[in-house]
């Protein structure tokens, strides 16, 4: 007996370094290749650089709706490993992707510990392939390491409940206070962290309600610490950004009264079609045959309705059992409120919002494809054998690594040195004209030259124009292109000029610029 238990675990723990070793690989093979390097990554490495060269901050980047501000932990995150990389963007997305390892090995734990061993390895190996996680996972760029955040501070929560420790209350606070400075939507983490304590132990007297609100206080003291860096901004300032949020969710046109129902539709369809089976977003459509897309279609509503009918079922049975009912209450919350929540949100739903959510699916496909090999014996693993072999290869059909990587980070530092080689070492300013980037991962490597450009100020500030030098050079990302008369203000602010020089590098097309000499 004690032999088949050692082999047992054995074979468990060679499992699971498999997947992990499998996901290892799929997010670093020639990560440098395939990372984003763009305007929100060159933003996030000019201020970590700063933050290495002395220049603390309590601020974080912004986010991308509602223009207000994230705590600035992510950039304290990255900053050893950019320092570690010699300040090589490669540095930080080798950090999302340990995160991501992690995140592989905690789920492979919650499925061992909230179903069975197999579910866990059935859950982690899916989540360690699947297309949509890897491209999250190995870019620096702080939603990516939202999934890791959320399932420990749940995992936490879940293990204070159990075991009813109050250090394990104020712990899963502090994760919470990481996680809304990572993303604002970790918000709908914190309603399934509140209906949990609500529901978990519920019953209609006085001590569940003090022993609950004593679960509150704990967790919102752990909270504050772990949003603290964040906090201090907000004290100095008079709490503006988070009136600015207050004034957001209640005012704003793309929060508010009124359910966008098809929004629950369309995020169910992304966490078991996307994730799960790598289905196509609808704008992809065309790239592929009707008949494939009607058998995707198919294989989504299967997947998604045994997976949350059965999990839907053993919450059902749990209810006489404590401990399982502590589980699946959990899944069931994280479930209902993090994908109702969606409902109130009247604007586009991208991939990387539900990072929140992402274990979640593949923990319940894992349970169903967990239970049929146990219960229904030979028969029941023939069929999950096939089903995963179907799903791990059509997953590794998407993956990146199958086709060239975008080399943006190379494109960036070619395209910066180009510019710089062209300037004979005297100032310059400096502007692209793009469709929604930004000129920050150019601005990194002129850092990283010490060739700052020149920022040119408005009249009010610089009404002598000192800040506009004798030479502008402009990037186009958009082609067609010409800069002169453009009317945003880094070359508007440069005055009539005229182009003298205009050459091809590698994806863009760069432009000089002096100042129009009246010929």
Same mark, same amino acid.
């Given at each position: 007996?004690?032999?088949?238990?050692?082999?047992?675990?054995?074979?468990? &723990?060679?499992?699971?370094?498999?997947?992990?070793?499998?996901?290892?690989?799929?997010? +670093?093979?020639?990560?440098?290749?395939?990372?984003?390097?763009?305007?929100?990554?060159?933003?996030?490495?000019?201020?970590?650089?700063?933050? /290495?060269?002395?220049?603390?901050?309590?601020?974080?980047?912004?986010?991308?709706?509602?223009?207000?501000?994230?705590?600035?932990?992510?950039?304290?995150?990255?900053?050893?490993? /950019?320092?570690?990389?010699?300040?090589? #963007?490669?540095?930080?997305?080798?950090?999302?992707?340990?995160?991501? +390892?992690?995140?592989?090995?905690?789920?492979?734990?919650?499925?061992?510990?909230?179903?069975? =061993?197999?579910?866990?390895?059935?859950?982690?190996?899916?989540?360690?392939?699947?297309?949509?996680?890897?491209?999250?996972?190995?870019?620096?760029?702080? #939603?990516?390491?939202?999934?890791?955040?959320?399932?420990?501070?749940?995992?936490?929560?879940?293990?204070?409940?159990?075991?009813?420790?109050?250090?394990?209350?104020?712990?899963?606070?502090?994760?919470?206070?990481?996680?809304?400075?990572?993303?604002?939507?970790? =918000?709908?983490?914190?309603?399934?962290?509140?209906?949990?304590?609500?529901?978990?132990?519920?019953?209609?007297?006085?001590?569940?309600?003090?022993?609950?609100?004593?679960?509150?206080?704990?967790?919102?003291?752990?909270?504050?610490?772990?949003?603290?860096?964040?906090?201090?901004?907000?004290?100095?300032?008079?709490?503006?950004?988070?009136?600015?949020?207050?004034?957001?969710?209640?005012?704003?046109?793309?929060?508010?009264?009124?359910? *966008?129902?098809?929004?629950?539709?369309?995020?169910?369809?992304?966490?078991?079609?996307?994730?799960?089976?790598?289905? #196509?977003?609808?704008?992809?459509?065309?790239?592929?045959?009707?008949?494939?897309?009607?058998?995707?279609?198919?294989?989504?509503?299967?997947?998604?309705?045994?997976?949350?009918?059965?999990?839907?079922?053993?919450?059902?049975?749990?209810?006489?059992?404590?401990?399982?009912?502590?589980?699946?209450?959990?899944?069931?919350?994280?479930?209902?409120?993090? &994908?109702?929540?969606?409902?109130?949100?009247?604007?586009?739903?991208?991939?990387?919002?539900?990072?929140?959510?992402?274990?979640?699916?593949?923990?319940?496909?894992? +349970?169903?494809?967990?239970? &049929?090999?146990? *219960?229904?014996?030979?028969?029941?693993?023939?069929?999950?054998?096939?089903?995963? =072999?179907?799903?791990?290869?059509?997953?590794?059909?998407?993956?990146?690594?199958? &086709?060239?990587?975008?080399?943006?980070?190379?494109?960036?530092?070619?395209?910066?040195?180009?510019? /710089?080689?062209?300037?004979?070492?005297?100032?310059?300013?400096?502007?692209?004209?793009?469709?929604?980037?930004?000129?920050?991962?150019?601005?990194?490597?002129?850092?990283?030259?010490?060739?700052?450009?020149?920022?040119?100020?408005?009249?009010?500030?610089?009404?002598?124009?000192?800040?506009? =030098?004798?030479?502008?050079?402009?990037?186009?990302?958009?082609? #067609?292109?010409?800069?002169?008369?453009?009317?945003?203000?880094?070359?508007?602010?440069?005055?009539?000029?005229?182009?003298?020089?205009?050459?091809?590098?590698?994806?863009?097309?760069?432009?000089?610029?002096?100042?129009?000499?009246?010929?």
């Amino acid at each position: 007996m004690q032999t088949i238990k050692k082999i047992s675990k054995s074979w468990e &723990v060679l499992s699971i370094t498999g997947i992990i070793l499998l996901g290892a690989f799929l997010r +670093l093979y020639k990560i440098k290749d395939y990372i984003v390097f763009l305007g929100d990554e060159g933003r996030d490495a000019l201020v970590v650089y700063n933050i /290495l060269h002395g220049n603390l901050t309590l601020l974080g980047p912004t986010s991308s709706v509602g223009g207000f501000f994230l705590g600035p932990i992510y950039y304290y995150f990255m900053a050893p490993f /950019l320092f570690l990389s010699r300040y090589d #963007p490669v540095g930080p997305a080798v950090m999302v992707v340990l995160f991501g +390892l992690l995140t592989i090995y905690l789920i492979y734990r919650i499925g061992k510990e909230f179903f069975s =061993t197999n579910a866990g390895l059935i859950s982690a190996l899916l989540y360690a392939v699947s297309p949509i996680v890897i491209i999250y996972s190995r870019s620096s760029w702080n #939603p990516n390491v939202f999934p890791f955040f959320t399932l420990s501070s749940l995992l936490v929560l879940y293990k204070a409940v159990s075991k009813n420790k109050w250090w394990l209350f104020v712990l899963s606070g502090i994760l919470m206070g990481v996680n809304l400075q990572i993303h604002y939507l970790a =918000t709908f983490v914190g309603a399934i962290m509140f209906f949990y304590i609500l529901l978990v132990d519920f019953r209609p007297r006085v001590s569940w309600i003090i022993e609950s609100l004593k679960r509150y206080f704990l967790m919102f003291a752990g909270f504050l610490i772990g949003f603290s860096p964040f906090l201090l901004f907000e004290l100095r300032h008079q709490f503006a950004n988070t009136m600015h949020i207050i004034d957001f969710i209640f005012n704003s046109p793309e929060t508010g009264a009124g359910m *966008q129902i098809e929004n629950i539709k369309f995020v169910i369809e992304r966490l078991f079609g996307g994730l799960v089976i790598s289905f #196509p977003l609808f704008a992809n459509f065309k790239n592929f045959d009707l008949n494939i897309i009607n058998i995707w279609l198919f294989a989504v509503f299967i997947i998604a309705s045994i997976s949350i009918g059965f999990f839907v079922w053993m919450f059902l049975k749990s209810m006489g059992n404590k401990n399982n009912y502590q589980k699946y209450l959990l899944l069931l919350i994280w479930l209902v409120v993090g &994908v109702g929540l969606f409902a109130f949100y009247k604007k586009s739903i991208y991939d990387y919002y539900l990072g929140f959510l992402y274990p979640l699916p593949f923990l319940l496909v894992g +349970l169903v494809l967990g239970s &049929v090999w146990e *219960q229904l014996k030979n028969i029941g693993k023939v069929v999950v054998v096939i089903v995963l =072999t179907v799903l791990v290869l059509i997953s590794l059909n998407f993956t990146q690594i199958r &086709v060239p990587g975008n080399q943006q980070v190379n494109q960036m530092k070619s395209i910066s040195d180009f510019v /710089l080689s062209k300037t004979n070492n005297e100032p310059f300013n400096f502007a692209i004209i793009t469709a929604g980037n930004s000129d920050h991962a150019y601005r990194y490597f002129f850092r990283l030259e010490n060739r700052d450009p020149v920022i040119i100020q408005y009249p009010g500030i610089d009404p002598d124009r000192k800040t506009v =030098t004798n030479q502008l050079f402009v990037v186009c990302e958009s082609v #067609p292109c010409s800069p002169p008369g453009t009317s945003q203000w880094e070359i508007a602010g440069f005055g009539q000029a005229e182009v003298v020089a205009h050459w091809k590098v590698n994806v863009v097309e760069v432009y000089k610029l002096v100042h129009y000499q009246g010929k």
